[in-house]
């Protein structure tokens, strides 16, 4: 799991992949990112995988978005990422909140402050709308290309 150590948010996302690690009798190995990464760096971290857990974070969608899709086509590994973006680039799949929701509930919480709303007085809110995002050209080509066994899960 690649996550970005100055981020809170992926030390909570951190967390919750190794208890399902455990769950699942998975070892996870994790990869805390600070900055910018050599792409060699990035191999390493990748080389004996057998697939990789993006976390959601704005230097994966940004500083190194193509790195890690051509990384992760290359090496012939899975690689599930926490936005949409990372599948539109050529990624597997991701899982995550749906961001344009997000920002129409924040354009809400303007109009409500622009009219007098107190910020302090207006609730925190979650998301409420997450998409699960794959890219089928990227999983043919995966399937045509992996000597890997296949992993499949069956949704309940």
Request: aromatic letters at 8%; hydrophobic letters at 40%.
């Given at each position: 799991?690649?996550?970005?150590?100055?981020?809170?948010?992926?030390?909570?996302?951190?967390?919750?992949a190794e208890v399902a690690a455990r769950t699942?009798?998975?070892?996870?190995?994790?990869?805390?990112?600070?900055?910018?990464?050599?792409?060699?760096?990035?191999?390493?971290?990748?080389?004996?995988?057998?697939?990789?857990?993006?976390?959601?974070?704005?230097?994966?969608?940004?500083?190194?978005?193509?790195?890690?899709?051509?990384?992760?086509?290359?090496?012939?590994?899975?690689?599930?990422?926490?936005?949409?973006?990372?599948?539109?680039?050529?990624?597997?799949?991701?899982?995550?909140?749906?961001?344009?929701?997000?920002?129409?509930?924040?354009?809400?919480?303007?109009?409500?402050?622009?009219?007098g709303a107190n910020p302090a007085d207006l609730?925190?809110?979650?998301?409420?709308?997450?998409?699960?995002?794959?890219?089928?050209?990227?999983?043919?080509?995966?399937?045509?290309?992996?000597?890997?066994?296949?992993?499949?899960?069956?949704?309940?």
């Amino acid at each position: 799991m690649l996550w970005h150590s100055g981020n809170p948010g992926n030390l909570l996302q951190l967390k919750g992949a190794e208890v399902a690690a455990r769950t699942l009798g998975m070892q996870l190995e994790s990869v805390p990112v600070q900055g910018p990464m050599t792409s060699t760096r990035l191999f390493k971290a990748v080389h004996a995988a057998d697939g990789l857990l993006i976390a959601a974070a704005p230097l994966f969608t940004g500083v190194h978005r193509a790195r890690i899709v051509e990384l992760a086509a290359t090496s012939r590994l899975p690689a599930i990422y926490g936005y949409r973006q990372n599948v539109e680039a050529g990624g597997l799949m991701s899982y995550g909140a749906n961001y344009p929701d997000l920002l129409r509930r924040a354009g809400t919480y303007v109009d409500k402050i622009l009219k007098g709303a107190n910020p302090a007085d207006l609730p925190v809110e979650q998301p409420t709308k997450f998409e699960f995002v794959i890219n089928l050209r990227t999983a043919k080509a995966l399937a045509s290309r992996s000597r890997r066994r296949c992993y499949s899960a069956r949704i309940r």
